[in-house]
């Protein structure tokens, strides 16, 4: 992941090394355009639900919540040659989904002690600290306590809110910084964080592989965020699929025997057919236009 998302970007870096920057500017205004509030909050629902919900899953984590909501939110948007130059709906959709992760990743941890990502497990360590077990009893036992981190979570997002918006005009300054400069620094930590992860310099042949690989990937216009799917829900879904095959001694007819089988399959099938035919309608609707032209 090292290599195909951030050394990629470093090589795709050099060829510009010598090409200025263009001049930010000073930010007017950190709230939205009334035309841009639309499609914010059209995106936020359904995708901050989405988020949730995959927060809900044990191991999973906003990463892959915020890759599915970006992708879904480019197959069904009316323009997706705008995403990756700061489209509305490519910033929405994916901050959504990550933000509701947070929350849903809340549900297994407080339900069944068990964490959803990394911040549910750091927050299941410092109440086993405080002497408090999270788990079934813990509404029973310690309702206030279940109460107190809701409140938490609000206030959390809501200092997050400001200190986001007070602080949108110093995170710009990266962008001023010029390329020879921060191009041989992101190679530098690509190169010290492949190699710490264990101390193997044959992470750092991986990591340049791959590197050259997500290089290519992007020359051609071909996205890197199926492989971290991949690399992170891999390993579970191989698990869990021989856990059920136990379970069922070998029958394969266990993944079709519920209700709750058949509606992942549909929503599949649904999300991997819908942008072949919004493609088809979209240039039958273009070849129609030209037509009357």
């Not at 530098?188 to 990591?207: K, P």
């Not at 579970?236 to 856990?243: D, I, W």
């Amino acid at each position: 992941m090292i290599g195909l998302f951030a050394m990629s970007q470093a090589f795709i870096g050099v060829e510009e090394i010598n090409v200025k920057s263009k001049a930010t500017g000073k930010i007017k205004r950190a709230l939205p355009k009334g035309s841009d509030w639309k499609l914010i909050i059209k995106n936020s629902i359904p995708f901050g639900s989405l988020g949730a919900f995959v927060g809900t899953i044990p191991g999973v984590g906003a990463d892959i919540a915020s890759f599915i909501a970006y992708g879904q939110a480019k197959s069904i948007s009316r323009k997706p040659e705008e995403f990756g130059k700061g489209s509305p709906e490519g910033v929405s959709a994916p901050e959504a989904a990550n933000n509701g992760v947070t929350g849903g990743a809340l549900i297994p941890m407080l339900c069944l002690g068990v964490p959803g990502d990394a911040v549910a497990a750091i927050m299941i360590g410092s109440l086993t600290v405080q002497g408090i077990q999270p788990g079934p009893l813990l509404f029973q036992n310690d309702a206030s306590t279940v109460y107190a981190i809701f409140i938490g979570l609000l206030v959390a997002n809501v200092f997050m809110l400001i200190l986001g918006l007070n602080s949108v005009r110093i995170f710009t300054k990266v962008l001023s910084v010029p390329k020879p400069v921060l191009v041989p620094t992101i190679m530098l930590l690509c190169f010290v964080g492949s190699y710490a992860l264990n101390n193997n310099m044959f992470d750092v042949v991986v990591m340049l592989f791959f590197g050259i690989v997500g290089y290519f990937f992007q020359k051609l216009d071909i996205s890197s965020s199926p492989v971290i799917l991949g690399l992170i829900l891999g390993p579970m879904a191989e698990s869990n699929f021989r856990r059920a095959l136990l379970m069922s001694r070998g029958d394969y007819s266990t993944f079709l025997s519920t209700g709750i089988c058949w509606t992942f399959f549909i929503l599949i099938i649904v999300s991997l057919l819908f942008p072949i035919i919004k493609n088809k309608v979209v240039n039958k609707q273009q070849k129609n236009v030209r037509t009357i032209a």
